[in-house]
């Protein structure tokens, strides 16, 4: 049986990440017997038409809610951003080299992973900022360059860009942890890529979006597994694919279809503009990231202004069944993350905390 709601932990963690309650309930059901056909859904073949099925509706769905047309490819891949990282340069990378834009913790790690295969170059960066801002976007961009990657939204730092601009070279975005949270122009990407554990379900797959003459620019020579050609011919299945990770991430595409992007998106501002607002009054807490065009709405930092705090209110949040609001471990503070399944109610019991904890610890 599914835990009721009320003894549920309200998790903020930034991944993997809260997941509707709903969508728990059909997976645990699919897990039992998926679909009445008297298999669970870990036990059905991934050559039939109960797979081909899943894949069919998931691929369906991405593209209705990022409104692709024909010319992208859809694939469910295995192992995660890092993957991802290493398979963009091992495919792409050809002589015009390839450039990146360092917004951060996961866009260096993108950045390091190109260094196996050439010298990526970096040309913009908030380093100098501590990634407390977004880079500058580049004003002009070297047409030879075979492509050009960046990270939409910065998980650990709490930074977004707003949209995604076009360029005069392939764009490949990494929006492993902004996917689907806002209405944007998607095919202004060449290919763009989510990890699930995110806002698409459990971790285990990743949805990657490229377009078809993306598959012609293959750099070098690369096993069939870790080429996007292959993965495209054999539609996913090249070997068995993540099954349940794939139906795991159907559920949400449907949930996400249910709420609407246009709901969800305005969910997303006011969950992120209110949360934001108890932080900038709050004597208490201090925002890592002040200009509010440069701020996530997936994921919130700050910290508490007299570090002796910290700890308090981390206890706290975890006396009140709160878990998951730790900032990553290379930046410490706080990290809250508002993914899509979060609700507005349960950002208000967090603010509401934040209240109670300044009325307790405010040296009056
Ligand atoms: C979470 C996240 C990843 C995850 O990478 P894994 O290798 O799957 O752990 C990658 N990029 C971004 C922007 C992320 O937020």
């Keep these: 049986m599914i835990k009721r709601s009320e003894d549920r932990k309200l998790n903020f963690g930034a991944g993997p990440a809260s997941i509707p309650e709903e969508v728990l309930q059909e997976a645990s059901e699919a897990i039992l017997d998926y679909n009445a056909s008297g298999l669970s859904v870990l036990e059905i073949p991934h050559r039939g038409k109960l797979f081909d099925n899943i894949l069919d509706e998931s691929k369906q769905l991405v593209r209705e809610l990022c409104a692709l047309s024909s010319d992208y490819e859809i694939l469910w891949l ?46 913009a960066s908030s380093a100098g900022e501590r990634y407390a801002s977004l880079p500058e976007w580049p004003a002009s961009i070297d047409p030879s360059l075979s492509y050009l990657h960046f990270t939409t939204n910065n998980t650990i730092y709490g930074t977004q860009w707003p949209d995604i601009p076009l360029s005069p070279v392939p764009l490949i975005a990494d929006m492993s942890s ?8 998607y095919s202004n990407s060449a290919m763009f890529y989510a990890v699930a554990q995110k806002n698409l379900g459990a971790a285990g797959t990743t949805l990657v979006v490229l377009h078809k003459d993306m598959l ?43 709420k609407g992007i246009d709901i969800i998106q305005k969910d997303n501002e006011k969950k992120a503009s209110i949360l934001y607002a108890e932080i900038d009054r709050n004597s208490l807490f201090a925002a890592v990231v002040d200009r509010p065009d440069h701020r996530s709405k997936m994921n919130v930092c700050f910290r508490a202004k007299n570090p002796e705090n910290e700890q308090l209110f981390s206890d706290f949040c975890t006396q009140n069944n709160i878990t998951g609001i730790d900032g990553h471990r290379t930046v410490g503070g706080f990290r809250v993350s508002l993914y899509n399944a979060i609700t507005i109610q349960q950002v208000e019991r967090l603010i509401t905390l934040m209240q109670a904890f300044e009325d307790d610890h405010k040296k009056d």
């Design 78 to 123: 295995h192992g995660g951003g890092r993957l991802q990282f290493s398979m963009i340069p091992m495919n792409f990378l050809g002589a015009g080299g390839a450039a990146y834009i360092d917004s951060g913790h996961w866009a260096q790690e993108a950045i390091a992973y190109a260094g196996y295969y050439g010298e990526p170059k970096v040309i």
């Design 178 to 185: 902004d996917m689907l949270s806002t209405q944007r122009s």
């Design 216 to 258: 012609a620019r293959t750099a070098r020579r690369v096993p069939p597994m870790l080429n996007y050609e292959a993965q495209v011919r054999t539609n996913s299945v090249l070997n068995t694919p993540p099954v349940f990770a794939i139906y795991t991430a159907l559920l949400m595409l449907r949930w996400t279809k249910r």
